[in-house]
């Protein structure tokens, strides 16, 4: 999976590593831990700067994370309402967890989002909520990229001291994700077998 992604990163440079987190960030071909930390070994080479890495990976996260807000915006929540209405046993959402969220984002939107940049998987999807409760964009923007800087950051300086050992960074983060992932599919199956609706709309 890696040999692909190191060839365009070294024909490509900063713009590969770009295109390649904003393709990761819109629908995932191959993880950040893996992109990010084959970047910093190439930094570590001398081939690009580590602070020309972060960069160009940091803009390619925040181009997608801005399509998904921009997208989520544009549904809105009113526009949500009626699929949630309709469908929201699949989603295990109904009116009331939908409106729990808007709260939660009205009060702690800037942490969620930083922090949510910040975790494997979340990461990707939080743009979501945060255009669907209509988060102010320059608030947005910032803490988007607080969060995202921070991980990128985090990996390209791993690859660039590992080097040639940057697996070692998908090994220790390979099982987060997995864990995050099967906490995720455990909650859903869990609230599928007690859900119950409770907000109806009159």
């Known amino acids: 999976m890696t040999d692909w992604v190191i060839r365009l990163v070294e024909h490509s440079g900063y713009f590969g590593i770009a295109m390649l987190m904003f393709l990761e960030t819109i629908f995932p071909p191959v993880p950040s831990e893996v992109i990010m930390p084959l970047a910093g070994v190439s930094a570590a080479e001398g081939r690009m700067t580590l602070a020309g890495v972060i960069?160009?990976?940091?803009?390619?996260?925040?181009?997608?994370n801005i399509f998904w807000y921009l997208v989520a915006w544009r549904l809105g929540l009113r526009r949500f309402r009626p699929f949630i209405e309709k469908r929201g046993r699949w989603l295990t959402l109904d009116w009331y967890d939908v409106e729990k969220v808007e709260r939660l984002f009205g009060r702690f939107g800037p942490v969620i989002v930083a922090i949510g940049r910040m975790m494997p998987t979340i990461r990707s999807v939080i743009s979501i909520p945060a255009g669907l409760v209509h988060m102010r964009l320059p608030k947005f923007l910032f803490w988007s990229t607080v969060g995202t800087v921070g991980w990128s950051a985090l990996l390209a300086v791993a690859g660039f001291m590992l080097k040639q050992q940057f697996s070692e960074v998908e090994q220790v983060l390979g099982p987060v994700s997995t864990l995050i992932i099967a906490g995720i599919v455990i909650a859903y199956v869990w609230r599928q077998l007690t859900w119950h609706r409770r907000h109806r709309q009159p």
Do not use: F, H, R
């Not at 990976?57 to 997608?64: E, Q, T």
């Open 55 to 64: 960069a160009s990976g940091s803009l390619g996260a925040m181009a997608g």
